[in-house]
């Protein structure tokens, strides 16, 4: 669904600012549920799946990306086929001083290299990086060079991934609850 009016985004968070609340009816869940399982299913088809009009369903899907709902349109990419094999999760915990500019840190860090997400967090951690580099030295060099050498951040904790399962809501089940 490359080129869909609205573009994609950089899928920056839940609830990302520049979102907008929309209500979704059930044509809206139909094309949600449809997408989520193919989104590179063309536009024709799609309206076929969901039972509508082409340009009825190419209008709902320009709403849903410009309220936020739909923020991209992705390939999910085998980091080890793209030779990036190590991945790994580092919880971050900032210095108290360094707090009056969380705001920007997420961005900041989701800028670097090898790294795939960025969640903010609650409990003692601030942030989980999730990473995809190289070789076990890429990874040592990406938290001594980007993380502990920075004054902004007090800790962080490395845990290897040894195998990624996707989970249930790779199909999302966009009923009210």
């Not at 923020?71 to 793209?82: N, S, T």
Request: net charge negative.
């Amino acid at each position: 669904m490359a080129g869909v009016p609205g573009g994609p985004s950089n899928g920056s968070g839940t609830g990302a600012p520049g979102s907008r609340a929309i209500t979704l009816d059930d044509i809206d869940r139909r094309l949600l549920d449809v997408l989520a399982d193919d989104a590179r299913v063309p536009n024709n088809v799609l309206a076929e799946r969901v039972g509508i009009a082409p340009s009825t369903c190419s209008l709902r899907l320009r709403r849903l990306v410009s309220s936020g709902v739909v923020r991209g349109f992705h390939a999910d990419l085998d980091p080890a086929a793209v030779g990036r094999p190590i991945q790994a999760m580092i919880a971050v915990r900032l210095q108290p001083a360094a707090r009056a500019d969380i705001g920007t840190v997420a961005p900041r860090l989701a800028a670097l290299p090898g790294v795939l997400n960025v969640f903010f967090l609650s409990g003692d951690d601030d942030f989980l990086i999730q990473v995809a580099l190289p070789s076990p030295d890429a990874l040592r060099a990406f938290v001594i060079d980007h993380l502990s050498a920075s004054r902004e951040f007090t800790s962080t904790e490395t845990s290897l991934v040894f195998e990624h399962v996707r989970g249930s809501a790779s199909t999302w089940d966009v009923r009210p609850a």
